[in-house]
């Protein structure tokens, strides 16, 4: 029987981990673009918890709306910018645990998810709306939980 490196082992998580979120962020996307009109509200948690249809033309938040392919551009500096990262470690023997490649996959899915509604439509479907913080979706969230634990990862290392 074949051994299976580390390496083929981190591929194999990343790629689950990426195809796990666009896949969800495209069916959760997909059933709420059905179930709302643009700026419909259901609430599931009056007050609380709510799915409002949101359509965003900007980056995070809906910082940079209207501002044509700047978003698209952003996202390519974005995935530039984790791919270098991910080179300068290995560039420099540094194997990346496993919290760190199932970060940065949450990130590339995030990342790909919304991308696919940039070019596709133009505008990011939103709808997960906590009424206290802006409308966000499936991709947002991974691309947050990702941001947050390499961030936890760094600030553990310069602490030590």
Same mark, same amino acid.
């Given at each position: 029987?074949?051994?299976?490196?580390?390496?083929?082992?981190?591929?194999?998580?990343?790629?689950?981990?990426?195809?796990?979120?666009?896949? #969800?962020?495209?069916?959760?996307?997909?059933?709420?673009?059905?179930?709302?009109?643009?700026?419909?509200?259901? !609430?599931?948690?009056?007050?609380?918890?709510?799915?409002?249809?949101?359509?965003?033309?900007?980056?995070?938040?809906?910082?940079?709306?209207?501002?044509?392919?700047? !978003?698209?551009?952003?996202?390519?500096?974005?995935?530039?910018?984790?791919?270098?990262?991910?080179?300068?470690?290995?560039?420099?023997?540094?194997?990346?645990?496993?919290?760190?490649?199932?970060?940065?996959?949450?990130?590339?899915?995030?990342?790909?998810?919304?991308?696919?509604?940039?070019?596709?439509?133009?505008?990011?479907?939103?709808?997960?709306?906590?009424?206290?913080?802006?409308?966000?979706?499936?991709?947002?969230?991974?691309?947050?939980?990702?941001?947050?634990?390499?961030? #936890?990862?760094?600030?553990?290392?310069?602490?030590?």
């Amino acid at each position: 029987m074949k051994n299976i490196s580390r390496s083929q082992v981190d591929i194999f998580i990343s790629f689950v981990v990426v195809l796990s979120v666009i896949l #969800f962020d495209r069916l959760t996307k997909s059933f709420f673009s059905e179930l709302l009109s643009f700026g419909e509200s259901l !609430p599931i948690i009056y007050n609380v918890l709510h799915m409002t249809m949101v359509h965003n033309t900007g980056i995070a938040f809906g910082f940079l709306k209207g501002h044509g392919a700047v !978003p698209i551009i952003m996202t390519v500096i974005a995935f530039a910018l984790l791919i270098f990262n991910i080179y300068y470690y290995r560039k420099n023997d540094e194997a990346l645990t496993r919290s760190y490649i199932v970060a940065f996959s949450l990130i590339f899915g995030g990342a790909i998810g919304n991308l696919i509604d940039r070019i596709t439509l133009g505008y990011v479907v939103d709808f997960i709306d906590f009424r206290f913080w802006p409308v966000f979706n499936i991709a947002d969230s991974a691309i947050t939980i990702g941001a947050i634990v390499i961030l #936890f990862k760094c600030f553990q290392v310069s602490t030590k």
